[in-house]
Each structure stands twice: as C-alpha cells, then as structure tokens.
C-alpha cells in the first residue's frame, strides 16, 4: 500500500451513515439488528447457518448434520442433496420471475442480449446436453477461457447442472498459463470463444487454447468455441466443435442433477507465496448458501433492483457476485464485456445510465484510474438509479472513497468494502449497508456466522488498533474444502501458520490488519509475498520462475512497490547469465517473455539488472530490503544479516 494511503487511513476518523429510507427498505435495518445477529450466530453458528439453509434454499434431500469439523477439514449440511443450478433457474420458473430479465449482457462494440430466467434456463439445459452428449460426466471437469459473454454464465450453470466442475481460466492468461491449469484440473472439454473484445481489440482466445494444446493436454478431448468476433481461427476436425452447430436441434429437458452437498462445484487457481498456483476447491451447498446470503445482506438485494458487478467471471468475484449470488436471489445482474478505454472513458457510466443499474460493485483500481479521467465523465451521464456502491480486491483509500461517494453515489449511496478471498468463497467483511455507519478505508464489521479477529502468529488476539493478521476461528459455509490434489498444501498454507492449540484451528488468511475501538476493521494488505497489482492477486514466485525461464536470466527477486494507481506494481531484480549483457532491449524482452508465460497482469512495471542479489548467510533473498529499495526508502540500517554489503552499494548505483 502506498505510504499516502496507510498515512491516511491511520488519520481516518469520518464516520457515514445510510438515510433512514435505505435503512427501512433494508433486509437488515439498523446495528441492533446486526448485532443481534451476529450474537446469535456466534452463539451457535450451526443453528444460524441450518436455518438459513433451510429458509433460503431448496433441496432435494435435506442434510443429518450441518457440519462434520475434522479440523482443517469442513463438511457442510451432510448428506444433504442440493443443485445450484436449480437453485438459480428452475426455482424462480414457477414465480413471476419467470419472465424477469435474469441477465443483461453488454457487448464492448454496443450490442446487447438480455436473457430471462426462462430463457437463461432453456440455454442452460440445451448445454447440459450438449456436454452430456460429449461424454461429460457427473465428476468431470471442464475447462472455461471465455471473454465476458452470457455463454460464460451459461457454461458454468451447464456444468453445475449435470454434475462437473468447471474450472475458469482468466482470458488475460496466456496460453502457458492456461495449459498448466488444464492439466492440474484434468479437465476433459474445454469451452472457449473465437475471440473477446477488449479495449477495442480482438482477445485472441481460441488461438490461445491451440497453443495450450498443441504440447498436449492428454485429458481434453473436445473443444467448443463460441462464435463473438468472427475472425478467421484454426478448426482442429474431430475436437473443435462450434458452440451453435451442437446447441441447434438439442432438447432443452435436462433436469438438474441432485448433488450431494460436498461434492465439487468448482475448482479456480489463485496465486500464493510458493509454488504454482492452487486449485482453490469449492463444494455445492455450502458455497451456494454462502453465495446466496452474504449477496442478498450486503448488496440488500430487491426485486426491482438492476445489479452489476464489473469483476470478470475468470476471478471468484464473477462466480460469486455475477453468476450464483445474484441467480440463486432472483435477480437481475449485468454482464459487461468492455473495460475503460481511450475511445470510451466513460462507458462504464453509459452501461450505468442505459440499465437504470442500482448497485454497482467495482474495484478500487478502477475507481482511482476514474479519478485521473476527471469527473465531466460520470458527470455527462444520470447516475441517479444507483442507491448502492460497493467495492473490493484491495484496500481502498479514503480519498478514493470520498470521490466514489460523492462523484457517483451523489451522497447518497451507502458503500460496502468488502474483504475476502478466493478461498473464502464470499465476503467476509463488510458492512450491511442499512446497519452498519461506514467509515472511509475500513471494510467494517464481520459478516454474521465469522467469527474473525486480529492475532499474533501465537494466537493471541492483540489490542485496539495493534497490527496483527487477519484469521477466521471458526469454519463458514463457504470456505475452500481443499487444494486440488494436494490436502496437504491446504493445511500447511491455510491452518498452521497460526499453530493449532487443544484442537482448535484458526484459518490464516495472509493479510495484516487492525481492528480498532469500534470493532472495524481496517485491511493493510497481504503480509506474504504475494502481490496485488490493480486488484490482481500475483506470486512473486511465479513471476520469478517465469524469468529465470528465460536463457538470459540467473536469478531473479521480484517485490512489489507501491504504485498510487494500481496499489502496486511489480519491480523485477534480475542477474544475468554472464554470456548476456544488460540492454533497455533485454529488459523489454524479458518482460514479454513474463507475458508470455503468464499473461499480461504479470507484466514488470520495472526491471532492474544487478550483479548479485542481497542475501542472509543462510543463501535467502533479503526481499524486505529489496522492497524499500523498490520503493526509495533508505536502506543503510538493518543489513547486519547481509552476506556481502558490497551488494547493497552496488544496487544503490544502480537504481
Ligand atoms: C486478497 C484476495 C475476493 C475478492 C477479489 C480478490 C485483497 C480483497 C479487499 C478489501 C483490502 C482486500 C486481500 C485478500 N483484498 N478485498 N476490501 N480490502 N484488501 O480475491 O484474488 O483471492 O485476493 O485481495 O489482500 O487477501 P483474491
């Protein structure tokens, strides 16, 4: 976080409450009611989430226990039978909502498509079939690369349908990327587009998944491509198949699959501080009652509301708050394909006022890349529908806030912050925007049933406004089950950080935080070596195994430093090969070489050649010294564990 930022949100001492109206109107009105539940469910969490289980959801089969604790592993309503998909389509065909529009996709080019609940159902089973048809089965996994089309949506509801779990691969990936995924999830079909529009560029998807494939990914053995762009792509006979070639003519009778409530929804990669991405693994009913709960509370979900959430499905934040929170409500939610861009700086405004959008859920990135376009954007366009903002990815300075309050929300529309994670499954912190005051940079309160707090890596909770890390002491029903393959790394990454005591395990969600005397709390950002760079979540392992791929490279250290538009941006050190000399034309190699391995998020902002790389006795990277040179801090104290102080001067030069 940018030292401005941390200055600011330490100052911070505004507090903001939502009109009378909004709190009225709200699911939860005032904090007495909060607090009222949140006391209740931590008194007994078990009855709190069975009840709501029960009340919101409909199952085919009701579940003997609400949960099965082996610590760190959690099941959840077992031997409960239950389907999402049903869940977000089949239960609203027998109420008015029939007919509701259930999406609103916006093209980048200005087409459009609205699908109702019946409509949106129909696509949905022809699908299931379609996938049937090519041998998928209950337990299979399919692969999705997909720009942000309703057939993303449709994709991910086909195989929650029948049974599969889908794992969604970012169109920003590269094909490298996209390769490994596919191989760590087996997936047998993989569902991709010709190509996506992207700040008035083609996205070229379909030659990506070739290029993934060609090495071989020995489990795929269909690929179905929608047509979006229609530009010339390679058809390989016998295993690309076109989306509406296999759609035509299929039966749209495809009852939804009674799953049991621990088996696999999705799988979705994320990045962390060792090694390569994990599959953060996603179970049915406990993600589906979490999804469903913590949208319908935060984002005071109501009929008449037109919901968009600018996330890509690719992120958690899309399967969450695109597809099946906002489904399983009932609701309206809006897709939009485009990004921000030089042609139209103002399209998110236009997508705004076209729609009548009333909760708009973004990110602080964006909002401060809307800041440095100036306000006569929002400002030529009605933004009056929105009565409710939310944001999320990262931490948000409270002069973004301000600006998000006043310039879009007209002061008029309470802001949720909401923090949580990939594996967390759904919000965890957050105001409910009827309950709980906000106060600019905190994410406020914990969500009813987490039971949270801030603790040293002993356990100890520490004092009012003492730095510590963000843990979660008690199981949810939307957490992460496992990692794909690897329960191991679960427990390791997740569970031992914080040590077990008396069997009492405490989840370690790798962010430092400070609860303060009001109980809110306020997010630093993540205390592993895991970077955030406009809200995209990147190892800096990762970026350097991609680097040292490269012939020209040694050793590499990459950290993070802070950026004010983007939180942070990624600084490469780099040692090279000694048959390679330092050039400003190897530096721009070497960052295409990093795009090319993992995609165009991981691009170094900076890369510095240095001779040697600082490091303790014991041979590791001195990061936290790297870091403060990164960000032009002085680096002179601390440095008695260096090996050779040579190497510090050195690198002082060169910066
Ligand atoms: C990391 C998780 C699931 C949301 C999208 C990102 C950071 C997320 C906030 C917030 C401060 C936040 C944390 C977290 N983060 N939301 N409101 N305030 N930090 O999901 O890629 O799994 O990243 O994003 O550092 O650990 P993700």
Redesign the pocket.
């Known amino acids: 976080m940018p030292q401005s930022t941390i200055e600011s949100i330490l100052q911070e001492k505004r507090l903001f409450h939502p009109s009378a109206e909004f709190s009225q109107n709200a699911h939860i009105k005032s904090l007495e009611e909060y607090q009222q539940l949140y006391d209740r469910a931590q008194a007994d969490p078990q009855q709190f989430w069975g009840e709501l289980a029960e009340k919101e959801l409909d199952w085919f089969q009701k579940w003997d226990q609400v949960l099965d604790w082996q610590p760190p592993f959690a099941k959840w309503f077992v031997n409960g039978k239950i389907n999402i998909s049903y869940n977000c389509l089949d239960r609203h065909l027998t109420t008015w909502r029939k007919n509701k529009a259930a999406l609103i996709w916006e093209g980048e080019p200005g087409d459009s498509r609205t699908l109702t609940y019946a409509q949106l159902h129909r696509e949905v089973c022809q699908f299931a079939n379609v996938l049937k048809q090519l041998g998928v089965e209950k337990g299979d996994r399919v692969g999705i690369y997909m720009p942000m089309i309703p057939e993303a949506a449709i994709a991910m509801l086909a195989c929650a349908r029948i049974g599969a779990a889908h794992t969604v691969v970012f169109g920003g990936f590269s094909a490298e990327a996209l390769r490994d995924r596919l191989i760590d999830g087996q997936a047998k079909v993989v569902v991709t587009a010709d190509g996506g529009w992207r700040k008035d560029a083609i996205v070229p998807l379909k030659e990506q998944v070739d290029k993934a494939l060609a090495e071989g990914v020995p489990t795929v053995q269909n690929v179905l491509v929608v047509k979006r762009t229609g530009q010339q792509i390679h058809m390989e006979p016998g295993r690309d198949h076109w989306w509406d070639d296999l759609q035509k003519g299929v039966s749209a009778n495809c009852p939804a699959e009674p799953m049991d409530s621990e088996d696999m929804l999705f799988i979705l990669y ?2 962390g501080s060792t090694g390569k991405p994990k599959g953060v693994v996603h179970t049915t009913g406990g993600y589906n009652l979490y999804s469903h709960i913590t949208t319908k509370w935060i984002f005071d979900l109501q009929d008449t509301d037109v919901y968009w959430c600018t ?1 890509d499905v690719g ?3 899309g399967h969450s708050y695109i597809v099946y929170g906002p489904l399983s409500n009932g609701a309206t939610t809006v897709m939009y394909e485009g990004a921000p861009r030089n042609s139209n700086p103002g399209c998110f405004w236009d997508v705004i006022e076209k729609y009548g959008v009333t909760i708009f859920y973004t990110a602080p990135t964006a909002i401060r890349s809307f800041i440095k376009m100036g306000e006569h954007f929002p400002k030529a366009r009605n933004l009056s529908s929105l009565r409710l903002l939310g ?6 300075n409270p002069e973004a806030w301000m600006w998000y309050y006043k310039v879009i929300g007209g002061e008029r529309c309470p802001i949720v ?8 499954g759904g919000i965890m ?1 957050t105001a409910l925007p009827g309950a709980i005051p906000t106060k600019p940079g905190s ?1 406020t309160r914990p969500f009813p049933g987490i039971i949270a707090d801030v603790m040293d890596l002993d356990g100890n909770i520490v004092g009012d406004n003492e730095g510590g890390y963000l843990s979660v002491k008690y199981p949810w029903p939307g957490m992460m089950r496992t990692v794909y393959g690897d329960p191991d790394r679960f427990r390791r990454t997740y569970w031992e950080h914080i040590p077990p005591k008396d069997g009492n395990y405490t989840y370690f ?3 430092g935080a400070r609860k303060d005397e009001d109980g809110y709390y306020w ?1 630093m ?2 205390v592993d070596d ?1 970077i ?1 760079v406009a ?3 990147l190892g800096t392992m990762e970026i350097e195994s991609a680097l040292v791929s490269h012939p020209a490279v040694a050793e590499a250290a990459v950290v993070g430093k802070p950026d004010e538009l983007k939180g942070e941006e990624i600084v490469a050190f780099v040692t090279l090969d000694s048959t390679f000399t330092a050039s400003d034309e190897l530096a721009k190699e070497l960052k295409k070489h990093v795009v090319g391995e993992i995609g165009a998020i991981a691009r170094p902002g900076e890369i510095r050649f240095t001779e040697a790389l600082p490091k303790t006795r014991s041979g590791k990277i001195m990061r936290r010294l790297l870091r403060n040179l990164a960000a032009g801090q002085d680096v002179s104290g601390d440095t008695s564990t260096l090996e050779d102080r040579g190497v510090l001067d050195k690198l002082r030069e060169g910066a």
């Open positions: 994320t990045s996330a992120w958690i934040t944001t999320v990815g990262e931490p948000i912050d909401t923090w949580w994670q990939t594996e967390t912190i994410a969600a790798g962010d997010v950002g993540r895991v955030n809200g995209h979540r």
